[in-house]
């Protein structure tokens, strides 16, 4: 009987394993990217999961008068966006990472759309920390433009 499963958790071992060296090996970029589609989705459970317990979020917009500034525990952020009673979407393109052993940084431009309409667009820069394996978001800092929003380049 032994002999008939060996073969068998042989197998399973090593559909497993893959999955879980793919999960530690993911780098930064892959975290942000895995992370904006949970945003997307409205996704709380897979966004925590992919960042920090204390990420915070900052962001900026120039202004007329004084600059709107703001800074924000990115667990509340999370649970407003996930009772929106409509469609988000923030594309990012032109990813730019640099890793520096256990922290990293991405950065993109963005549109951050409503119901598929644009809303505003800017610059997203994420910083990462690997811990125990894993890369995990620490904060996300974005500008907030309403002006020359062009989206991404054409394919």
């Known amino acids: 009987m032994k002999r008939l499963f060996a073969p068998l958790f042989a197998a399973l071992a090593l559909l497993v394993a893959p999955?879980?060296?793919h999960a530690q090996d993911a780098g930064p970029e892959a975290t942000v990217i895995a992370f904006m589609?949970?945003?997307?989705?409205?996704?709380?459970?897979?966004?925590t999961a992919l960042m920090m317990p204390d990420t915070v979020v900052a962001s900026v917009q120039e202004l007329e008068g004084p600059d709107d500034v703001g800074f924000s525990p990115m667990a509340d952020l999370v649970a407003q966006l996930a009772g929106l009673p409509f469609d988000i979407a923030e594309p990012l393109w032109d990813l730019r990472t640099e890793e520096f052993g256990t922290?990293?940084?991405?950065?993109?431009?963005?549109?951050f759309l409503i119901s598929g309409n644009r809303s505003h667009c800017g610059t997203d820069i994420f910083t990462l920390m690997r811990v125990d394996g894993a890369w995990k978001i620490a904060t996300i800092t974005y500008s907030h433009e309403t002006e020359g929003c062009e989206g991404p380049p054409a394919e």
């Not at 589609?37 to 966004?47: G, I, R």
């Not at 990293?104 to 431009?109: D, E, G, H, Q, R």
Request: net charge negative; no cysteine.
């Open 19 to 21: 999955a879980t060296l």
């Open 37 to 47: 589609d949970a945003f997307s989705a409205k996704d709380a459970e897979t966004m």
């Open 103 to 111: 922290v990293a940084v991405v950065s993109a431009s963005y549109d």
